[in-house]
């Protein structure tokens, strides 16, 4: 097991704060074995402490905030990352204000401080989680999913910004990485925080980006980036997983596991840590899986309560597991697609692979488990009335998971709209709008979705 690690010596870094403006001072200091990320406010009265962990998180919009009593630290998932790219497990930063600074909407300044500064080992083993079976959390149209990996660390980002209807750059955008601190530092680190034009007046009237400029933030107009230049075609989803590994790195740990997201924030990959988090000791090694308390987070039916809600049986029942049902809004299931389904003897047995209408069973299943879900609805059964926009993008084969999603878009008396989408290893493969018909008393045929 990899041993912690600390700072050889002290740095120290000032700059401005993104969202207050104002000239901030860190230091950050070498931590014994144990502390994990500190965070000490040495401008207030007593200097508080504020410990890195999802369990200190409150919902602040475009940021991640940590407060502990009066003290509150903003913006820290840069240096997070970075801290994570480094491999540093334990330090003590110390802070005269609120905000870290923005630097220049990177983490690659504080990991080349960081570097500078030197790494040493405490002789002391390092916690460890391992995802063992899928956990994940959702909320509108975002998902964040972790998968099963024994060794190492990957994650694959869909970001999507085409309803801001920008044609300066390719507004979908999807990154998968393997996270090693190589990585890190030349493909993730780099990348810096972006806003789009038409959001800046929104956001300045609530008080934020006081700090943000075009020289410490990529700002997307309709033709492109403003007085400044891509550092990657694809900066923006880089950026994002750059977030996410700060935010995830308040586990404390090192991560053993894949990570699907689509259109993730700060508070669902807060949601995730503290998932990935609950439970653990202060040491040692840590599974995370579905049946566990540190899995559950919204609604989740096992295989078995799946039959208890819908009337399918093989070879017709197509969902496996579901992750996560947001009260009726929203859900996250699998399906495992093994060489033994019964499918795969007939069509292309030579070449096998799922058939396309199989799979858009697979994600009306779903939608049609999110909207029974729905609490005092009374729903007893829907069926499948209407398919829309069915498009099918990358083959499916035996080994594949298929992480479905679905979305409630529109209910209107008895009929919903549901977008549904089926990903392997963060790549959609499939996509379709669902419309239903539901019914409170079971007097029609059983639900074909």
């Known amino acids: 097991m990899p041993e912690q690690r600390t700072l ?8 401005v704060g993104l969202h207050s403006g104002r000239e901030v001072e860190i ?10 990320i500190v965070f000490i406010r040495a401008d207030l009265p007593g200097e508080p402490r504020v410990d890195a962990l999802p369990e200190n998180h409150v919902p602040k919009p475009r940021r991640t905030a940590l407060v502990k009593g009066s003290a509150e630290v903003e913006t820290p998932e840069h240096l997070l990352a970075a801290l994570f790219g480094a491999g540093v497990h334990n330090a003590v930063v110390r802070l005269g204000g609120s905000e870290l600074p923005g630097l220049d909407g990177s ?3 504080y990991y080349e401080a960081l570097r500078d500064a030197g790494v040493k080992g405490q002789g002391v083993d390092c916690p460890e989680v391992r995802v063992r079976q899928p956990v994940a959390v959702s909320e509108g149209g975002a998902t964040l999913v972790g998968l099963s990996r024994d060794q190492g660390f990957s994650i694959g980002y869909t970001l999507d910004y085409s309803q801001l209807g920008t044609s300066a750059f390719p507004s979908t955008q999807f990154l998968q990485v393997e996270v090693t601190e190589d990585s890190f530092a030349r493909e993730i680190a780099p990348a810096r925080t972006f806003v789009f034009e038409e959001e800046i007046e929104q956001l300045r009237s609530e008080g934020l980006g006081k700090g943000a400029n075009t020289k410490n933030t990529l700002v997307i107009g309709k033709r492109g980036v403003i007085d400044n230049e891509l550092r990657f075609k694809d900066e923006l989803v880089r950026h994002k997983i750059l977030d996410l590994i700060g935010d995830l790195y308040l586990t404390r740990s090192r991560l053993h596991g894949h990570f699907v997201a689509t259109r993730s ?6 949601r995730l840590a503290r998932i990935l988090r609950d439970g653990q000791g202060a040491g040692g090694s840590r599974s995370v899986a579905p049946g566990s308390a540190a899995a ?7 295989s078995r309560e799946i039959l208890e809600i819908i009337p399918h049986r093989y070879p017709f029942l197509l ?3 579901v992750l996560e049902i947001d ?9 495992n697609v093994t060489i033994n389904e019964p499918f795969f ?3 292309f047995p030579g070449r096998p692979v799922m058939p396309g209408v199989l799979i858009v069973e697979a994600m009306a299943q779903l939608a049609g488990l999110v909207m029974r879900s729905r609490k005092g609805s009374g729903v007893r059964i829907v069926i499948l009335i209407s398919l829309d926009n069915v498009k099918f993008r990358k083959m499916v084969e035996p080994g594949d998971q298929l992480i479905l999603e679905a979305n409630v878009k529109k209910v209107r008396s008895s009929i919903a709209q549901v977008a549904t989408r089926a990903l392997v290893c963060g790549v959609v493969v499939a996509e379709a709008d669902v419309c239903f018909r539901m019914l409170q008393e079971d007097k029609e045929p059983a639900a074909r979705g």
């Open 8 to 15: 050889a010596r002290s740095v120290e870094i000032g700059g």
């Open 345 to 347: 003897q007939g069509h």
């Open 27 to 36: 230091e950050i200091q070498p931590g014994d074995p144990g502390t994990g």
């Open 265 to 270: 924030g700060h508070a669902l990959n807060l």
């Open 296 to 302: 559950k987070s919204g609604q989740d039916f096992s």
């Open 319 to 321: 969902v496996d597991k």
């Open 107 to 109: 983490a690659l300044p």
């Open 327 to 335: 009260d009726g809004r929203s859900g996250v299931g699998v399906k």
